[in-house]
């Protein structure tokens, strides 16, 4: 099967450290399951699941400065 049956995108998920995490997944919840992967208990439980925004990833350098 082609991945392009399965569009996945980018989103950024607020911290409670102000910062901002980047994932990416077929929707928020999987790309919050993706991050799971890699991140740890610890890590994971600094990003807040309800908060996020949906990026193109020709925008992505407008948040870099964001990022955490």
Do not use: C, W
Not at 20 to 27: D, T, V
Not at 35 to 40: A, K
């Amino acid at each position: 099967m082609s991945s392009f049956s399965n569009p996945h995108f980018m989103y950024l998920f607020e911290m409670k450290n102000g910062k901002k995490k980047l994932a990416y997944g077929r929707s928020p919840e999987d790309a919050l399951e993706i991050l799971s992967f890699r991140l740890t208990e610890e890590e994971m439980a600094q990003i807040i699941p309800d908060k996020y925004i949906k990026i193109n990833q020709r925008d992505l350098h407008k948040y870099v400065h964001e990022l955490g």
